[in-house]
T-cell receptor
């Protein structure tokens, strides 16, 4: 079945550091890929998405590229801020399917 | 403003009691979902509904029940048969058909604690 594996957390960085959160997936078809962010005490918000191979999703300085050859969708940001502290979820949705499959989440803490 | 409203935000329950979590949306979305979130396990799908009066089991439906009598509402009942109900519950919705962008829209969640 479909699955998503994220790098284990928690991840702690200093402000202005470079961020990478790894995400790999297993899917039978050609899924769309997503990164969601959850700030403390809140629900999830879509951060970015990519719907086909080699697409790059970007938002708020975050980027992720859909790599079919390595089945990966790693999240990157060049210079993180304290306000980026949150839990980040990678997710996929297979073609023709209605539901999303989520990874286990990665907790990110940015220290000033 | 359009959005998804979950209530209550916090709920305490004694063992053996059923409890119902409310989820209402005014986004005119056809599909609605319930996810359970546990530390280190991400989100797991409990039930989802693509249209009024129809719903499907997700990956962890045992011990839960839902109804979809109205497009706007998708309540989740956590029954006494659920072995470990303490968790954070998230409701979501999405459009279907030509309006579907793949994105799910989430409520702020309900935290259930069984005493």
């Amino acid at each position: 079945g479909n699955s998503v594996t994220q790098m284990e957390g928690p991840v702690t960085l200093s402000e202005e550091a470079f961020l990478t959160i790894n995400c790999t997936y297993t899917a039978t078809g050609y899924p769309s890929l997503f990164w969601y962010v959850q700030y403390p005490g809140e629900g999830l918000q879509l951060l970015l998405k990519a719907t086909k191979a080699d697409d790059k999703g970007s938002n708020k300085g975050f980027e992720a590229t859909y790599r079919k050859e390595t089945t990966s969708f790693h999240l990157e940001k060049g210079s993180v801020q304290v306000s980026d502290s949150a839990v980040y979820f990678c997710a996929l949705r297979d073609q023709g399917a209605q539901k999303l499959v989520f990874g286990q989440g990665t907790r990110l803490t940015i220290n000033p | 403003d359009g959005g998804i409203t979950q209530s209550p935000k916090y709920l305490f329950r004694k063992e053996g009691q059923n409890v119902t979590l409310s989820c209402e949306q005014n986004l005119n979305h056809d599909a609605m979902y319930w996810y359970r979130q546990d530390p280190g396990q991400g989100l797991r799908l409990i039930y989802y509904s693509q249209i009024v009066n129809d719903f499907q089991k997700g990956d962890i439906a045992e011990g839960y029940s839902v109804s979809r009598e109205k497009k706007e509402s998708f309540p989740l009942t956590v029954t006494s048969a659920q072995k470990n109900p303490t968790a954070f519950y998230l409701c979501a919705s999405s459009p279907t058909g030509t309006r579907d962008t793949g994105e799910l829209f989430f409520g702020e969640g309900s935290r259930l604690t069984v005493l």
